[in-house]
């Protein structure tokens, strides 16, 4: 791989940076690769694209070195920037990545695709007055080594002899779901991989930041919900959340048009360089006036019949409840569980998974694992998943939930015998019949002890088996 080195031309009397690589030959399919990357930084001349100087090659051994001089930039990649303060301001955020979209702008009108857009490949430099990678900083984007033509007798001809079939190219964290199975890169790539950054700088994590290997990644981009961010973060606008879900959408098809849409979708939700909205902090005795309101506003929203529009007045008695009262309220906490089940009955369980699995992670640092509102979020968050078509995944959730609460809470516990009876169910969903077969044996035998051979329970999961019959294959 390539190595950078900051230098200085001491013929210019300038700061520069070299991207040395070494190869076999000059026809390598890397410095085919390198010297592209050359003509792409040649052919954008603008202030929020890092600027080309030169290019050579040399002998060097039994090798060659290629040398690619660009210009040095002065601040913070925004990788480091967001991890010495995550979460900006949603002001910041939006000012930040409409520069960037600018930026892509710039690219995707000359007929290219960046292909590997992510925060370590976005400079922060600070214009007059302003500290690196401050508020006010001016992004430039970088790094144009995987970068391609967009058309598609150009993006063959470019790419024929690059890349190996089967390898890999990219950032499997920033990458589109059709990237990981050959698709074609395109505008709609670039999109995704843009809603992959403003997910991160407006969570403060990555956008599937429990992935720790390469399939892991491939598993969420294709299949995994896209986390709501308006319950972890309340002063993110609703336009501003409906955008990052549009631009992570798993069909190309589904996201925005380009980057003219994109911007003009920010431009609607704030001004460039506009401040952050400030939430009022209520007074303490307005407390008790809040909690009667919300749960007010709650129980009309839950008279309404029709699940959509159910899941709509709550999702609004959500966001109030976050703000007035606060985002770890057990008030907040209730409405989000029933948010969720209201979801899940309008037919849109991947949302209720996606609020759930915040809610989730908020709980198991505030809560201990045996708390009823704790088990009831794991129990429902571990349902939805498998009605989404990931029964394994559901079952390995309850088993997570059962080893979590062993000991804390009673063997007659109703929580505890329906995530039982859930984890044999989703085993079953997923195939596991031995599994299954395991578990409701288990289950049958503790309903034995716990309320008798003909009680009701017994009687009732009796019949509940029926229901499996390959288990009695």
């Avoid at 972890?232 to 003219?260: C, F, I, N, Q």
Wanted: charged content about 20%; overall charge neutral.
């Amino acid at each position: 791989m390539a190595e950078v080195w900051k230098a200085r031309d001491l013929l210019l009397n300038r700061t520069v940076v070299i991207k040395r690589l070494r190869v076999r030959t000059p026809s390598d399919a890397l410095a085919q690769r390198f010297v592209r990357e050359a003509k792409v930084l040649a052919a954008v001349d603008d202030p929020r694209i890092v600027k080309i100087y030169d290019v050579d090659v040399e002998r060097s051994g039994q090798g060659y070195c290629l040398y690619l001089v660009t210009q040095f930039l002065d601040g913070l990649t925004l990788q480091q920037y967001l991890a010495a303060r995550p979460r900006p301001s949603v002001g910041e955020v939006v000012s930040l990545v409409r520069q960037l979209c600018e930026a892509v702008a710039q690219v995707h009108a000359r007929d290219l695709v960046h292909r590997d857009l992510k925060p370590a490949n976005l400079m922060l430099c600070p214009v007059t007055g302003a500290s690196p990678g401050g508020p006010q900083s001016r992004l430039v984007l970088i790094d144009f080594g995987i970068s391609r033509a967009l058309s598609s007798r150009e993006s063959v001809s470019a790419e024929a002899g690059l890349t190996r079939p089967g390898y890999f190219v990219g950032t499997p964290a920033y990458t589109p779901p059709e990237l990981f199975i050959g698709g074609v890169p395109s505008v709609a790539s670039d999109l995704y991989s843009i809603g992959c950054i403003l997910f991160e700088a407006l969570a403060g994590r990555g956008l599937f930041c429990e992935a720790a290997e390469f399939t892991d990644y491939w598993n969420a981009h294709q299949q995994a919900a896209v986390p709501s961010l308006r319950i972890e973060r309340p002063d993110v606008p609703a336009p501003l959340d409906d955008l990052v879900r549009d631009l992570l959408a798993k069909s190309p098809s589904h996201r925005p048009t380009g980057t003219a849409e994109v911007l003009a979708r920010l431009d609607a939700i704030a001004p460039t360089g506009a401040a952050p909205r400030r939430w009022p902090r209520r007074p303490a005795a307005d407390r008790g006036s809040a909690v009667r309101r919300i749960e007010a506003a709650f129980q009309h929203a839950m008279s309404v019949p029709a699940p959509h529009a159910r899941a709509d007045r709550l999702e609004a008695v959500l966001e109030d409840a976050a703000v007035s009262l606060s985002a770890d309220h057990r008030v907040t906490w209730l409405i989000a569980l029933n948010l969720g089940r209201a979801l899940q009955e309008a037919g849109r369980p991947e949302q209720a998974v996606s609020l759930l699995t915040i809610l989730r992670s908020r709980l198991t640092t505030r809560l201990p694992a045996g708390d009823p509102v704790a088990v009831l979020c794991r129990l429902n968050l571990a349902r939805y998943t498998g009605e989404c078509g990931r029964p394994a995944e559901a079952a390995a959730q309850l088993g997570d939930l059962l080893a979590a609460v062993a000991g804390g809470i009673g063997p007659d516990d109703p929580s505890l015998l329906e995530a039982r009876f859930d984890q044999a169910h989703w085993s079953y969903a997923a195939g596991d019949v031995a599994a299954a077969r395991r578990l409701f044996e288990a289950l049958l035998a503790d309903h034995v002890t716990l309320f008798g051979p003909d009680g009701d329970d017994t009687r009732n999961l009796r019949s509940c088996l029926a229901g499996y019959p390959a288990l009695t294959a």
